[in-house]
């Protein structure tokens, strides 16, 4: 078989007549290399050779371009290539009690600080009185902001709160759950300590 040309095989068809099929041409591979020497060799090769740029063709004009509906037009300089970040100052103390006065939740967060007004449903000498309380949770919506409900672990007045009469052993902590924000100091919510 020479170079450049095309096996051709006999074969029967349906009928089990005989007809001449053309092949595609022979594909001839290097052969592969069988040590490590020589696949170090072969890969330093292919990692040296020159590579041919792949040249587009330009492409003639169709009678139906392709349709662009639904992108919106670019106008404008192109961006840069590096941009300068923003550069913002932190807030001053001025613009943070602001923010404060406006959003009462915002230095809310875990570990801080509350008041928690006593309900009806606790001893008679307890009642509507404010005890300190450690955020242990905070509840946030979908962008992170505290909805204003909250976990607290509370500081108890002792057996005046509790009516143990244990002596040292009267627990001092209580855990309520999901505690509403009151600015106003209802009772059964929290509010900032003042």
Same mark, same amino acid.
């Given at each position: 078989?020479?170079?450049?040309?095309?096996?051709?095989?006999?074969?029967?068809?349906?009928?089990?007549?005989?007809?001449?099929?053309?092949?595609?041409?022979?594909?001839?591979?290097?052969?592969?290399?069988?040590?490590?020497?020589?696949?170090?060799?072969?890969?330093?090769?292919?990692? %040296?050779? =020159?590579?041919? +740029?792949?040249? &587009? $063709? /330009?492409?003639? #004009?169709?009678?139906?371009?392709?349709?662009?509906?639904? !992108?919106?037009?670019? %106008?404008? =300089?192109?961006? +840069?290539?590096? &941009? $300068? /970040?923003?550069? #913002?100052?932190?807030?001053?103390?001025?613009?943070?009690? !602001?923010?404060?006065?406006?959003? =009462?939740?915002?230095?809310?967060?875990?570990?801080?600080?509350?008041?928690?007004?006593?309900?009806?449903?606790?001893?008679?000498?307890?009642?509507?009185?404010?005890?300190?309380?450690?955020?242990?949770?905070?509840?946030?919506?979908?962008?992170?902001?505290?909805?204003?409900?909250?976990?607290?672990?509370?500081?108890?007045?002792?057996?005046?709160?509790?009516?143990?009469?244990?002596?040292?052993?009267?627990?001092?902590?209580?855990?309520?759950?999901?505690?509403?924000?009151?600015?106003?100091?209802?009772?059964?919510?929290?509010?900032?300590?003042?």
């Amino acid at each position: 078989m020479g170079e450049g040309k095309s096996p051709v095989l006999e074969k029967l068809d349906e009928k089990g007549e005989q007809k001449q099929v053309t092949l595609p041409p022979e594909i001839k591979f290097p052969p592969a290399p069988s040590t490590l020497g020589e696949i170090r060799v072969a890969s330093q090769r292919a990692a %040296t050779a =020159p590579v041919a +740029p792949v040249v &587009a $063709e /330009p492409r003639e #004009a169709s009678a139906n371009p392709p349709s662009l509906r639904g !992108i919106k037009e670019i %106008t404008g =300089p192109p961006p +840069p290539a590096y &941009a $300068e /970040p923003p550069t #913002a100052e932190p807030p001053t103390y001025e613009q943070m009690s !602001i923010e404060k006065e406006v959003d =009462p939740l915002f230095d809310l967060s875990e570990g801080a600080m509350v008041h928690y007004v006593t309900p009806n449903s606790w001893r008679v000498n307890s009642r509507n009185q404010r005890r300190a309380g450690l955020v242990a949770f905070c509840y946030r919506d979908a962008q992170g902001r505290p909805t204003g409900l909250v976990n607290l672990t509370l500081f108890l007045n002792g057996p005046a709160d509790t009516g143990d009469m244990g002596g040292p052993r009267t627990r001092c902590l209580q855990f309520e759950a999901g505690v509403k924000f009151s600015a106003e100091g209802e009772q059964g919510c929290w509010t900032w300590a003042k």
